[in-house]
Antibody, heavy 114, light 107 residues
Framework: QVQLQQSGAELAKPGSSVKISCKASGYTFTSYDISWIKQTTGQGLEYIGYINTGSGGTYYNEKFKGKATLTVDKSSSTAFMQLSSLTPEDTAVYYC???????WGQGVMVTVSS | DIQMTQSPSLLSASVGDRVTINCKAS??????LNWYQQKLGEAPKLLIYNTNNLQTGIPSRFSGSGSGTDYTLTISSLQPEDFGTYFCFQHNSWPGTFGGGTKLELK
C-alpha cells in the first residue's frame, strides 16, 4: 500500500534551518511528484510547492521562495524539504503528499522558539 | 492566487442527517476540485477528486458536484465516523489553494 512516512517533530531556534524528510513506499517513486503543504491554525492549509521526483525540477509558491528548498534522493525514494531562516511564523505542521494529492504523510510539527 | 471560500465554517448535525458543504472559487476552476476529510492529529484524507470522482475505499454516501466556480460535497446519511473537518482544494491554477475548512460536529 502507498505510504509516505515523514520524519519526527522538530524544535528549532529562530534563524536556524531544519530539513524534514518524506519516505515513499508502495509505488514507483519517480512516477509521481511530491508536494509539500503547510498547515497552521491561523492560515489554514497552504501549498508550498512540489518536486518532480524524476528530474528533480522544483516549483515553488511565490510565498515560499527563499524559505523552502525541495530536494529528492531517488535511491532511497525520499523527498526532503529544508526550511531556512526560521521565524515563529514558520511554526506549523508540514505535510508531504503524492502528486495528485491522493496520499499524504502523517505530518511533521515544526516549532520555532527561542 | 485563486481564493476558495468554503461554507459553512461550522456545521452541527446528527447521525443520519444529509449535509452539504460548499466551496466557491474566485474564478472558474474547471472542475479541478478535491475534497478532503481531516480528523484531529491526522493527515487529510482524499474523499472526492475532480469534483465528482469517489476515491477508492470511500463510502458511497459521499458525493461531489459542481462546475465553474461553485462546488458541493454531500454526505447522504451521516455516520459517527464522519465527524471532523472538511477541506476543498483547487488544482486548476498554480498555486493550488485550499478552502478554509468546515468543522462538522455532533449536534
Amino acid at each position: 500500500q502507498v505510504q509516505l512516512q515523514q520524519s519526527g517533530a522538530e524544535l528549532a531556534k529562530p534563524g536556524s534551518s531544519v530539513k524534514i524528510s518524506c519516505k515513499a513506499s508502495g509505488y514507483t517513486f519517480t512516477s509521481y511528484d511530491i508536494s509539500w503543504i503547510k498547515q497552521t491554525t491561523g492560515q489554514g492549509l497552504e501549498y508550498i510547492g512540489y518536486i518532480n521526483t524524476g528530474s528533480g525540477g522544483t516549483y515553488y509558491n511565490e510565498k515560499f521562495k527563499g524559505k523552502a528548498t525541495l530536494t529528492v534522493d531517488k535511491s532511497s525514494s525520499t523527498a526532503f524539504m529544508q526550511l531556512s531562516s526560521l521565524t515563529p511564523e514558520d511554526t506549523a505542521v508540514y505535510y508531504c503528499a503524492r502528486g495528485p494529492f491522493d496520499y499524504w504523510g502523517q505530518g511533521v510539527m515544526v516549532t520555532v522558539s527561542s | 492566487d485563486i481564493q476558495m471560500t468554503q461554507s459553512p465554517s461550522l456545521l452541527s448535525a446528527s447521525v443520519g442527517d444529509r449535509v452539504t458543504i460548499n466551496c466557491k472559487a474566485s474564478q472558474n476552476i474547471n472542475k479541478y476540485l478535491n475534497w478532503y476529510q481531516q480528523k484531529l492529529g491526522e493527515a487529510p484524507k482524499l474523499l472526492i477528486y475532480n469534483t465528482n470522482n469517489l476515491q477508492t475505499g470511500i463510502p458511497s454516501r459521499f458525493s461531489g458536484s459542481g462546475s465553474g466556480t461553485d462546488y458541493t460535497l454531500t454526505i447522504s446519511s451521516l455516520q459517527p465516523e464522519d465527524f471532523g473537518t472538511y477541506f476543498c482544494f483547487q488544482h486548476n491554477s498554480w498555486p493550488g489553494t485550499f478552502g478554509g475548512g468546515t468543522k462538522l460536529e455532533l449536534k
